[in-house]
C-alpha cells in the first residue's frame, strides 16, 4: 500500500479558498488513480474528486463541480483547490489511491491517508 500524508486544511469564512495537497510515499505514484473524499460530522463519508494516473480524466461530484479543482505533478503529489467554499462543506478531508481506473467508490480506492480537517464559518 502507499502511504498518503495530507495537508492544507484549516479554517477559512464562507467563500474564502483553501488547498489541500497530499503526499505519496511511492515512486509509483504515477500509475495510480487519486481521490478526494470528505467526512462531515455525523454523515458518511463521501466522495468529492478524482483523477486518472496521468491526469486525463476527472470527475467531481455534483455539491462542488466549478468550485473544486483536482490536479496532479510529477513530485508525487495530488490537489484539491476549494474554491467558493460554504459552510457545508466543513469536513475531514481524505486522500486516496487506487490501482485501477478513476473511480468515484470508496471501495476502489485501496489506501488513505489520515485526514486534513477543513471547517469554513458562515
Known amino acids: 500500500q502507499v502511504q498518503l500524508v495530507e495537508s492544507g486544511g484549516g479554517l477559512v469564512q464562507a467563500g474564502g479558498s483553501l488547498k489541500l495537497s497530499c503526499a505519496a510515499s511511492?515512486?509509483?505514484?504515477?500509475?495510480?488513480?487519486m481521490g478526494w473524499f470528505r467526512q462531515a460530522p455525523g454523515k458518511e463519508r463521501e466522495f468529492v474528486a478524482a483523477?486518472?494516473?496521468?491526469?486525463?480524466?476527472t470527475n467531481y461530484a455534483d455539491s462542488v463541480k466549478g468550485r473544486f479543482t483536482i490536479s496532479r505533478d510529477n513530485s508525487n503529489t495530488v490537489y484539491l483547490q476549494m474554491n467558493s467554499l460554504k459552510p457545508e462543506d466543513t469536513a475531514v478531508y481524505y486522500c486516496?489511491?487506487?490501482?485501477?481506473?478513476?473511480?468515484?467508490?470508496?471501495?476502489?480506492?485501496?489506501?488513505w491517508g489520515q485526514g486534513t480537517q477543513v471547517t469554513v464559518s458562515s
Open positions: 511511492e515512486r509509483t505514484f504515477g500509475s495510480y488513480a
Open positions: 483523477i486518472s494516473w496521468n491526469g486525463g480524466r
Open positions: 486516496a489511491a487506487s490501482t485501477g481506473i478513476i473511480s468515484t467508490m470508496e471501495r476502489s480506492f485501496g489506501s
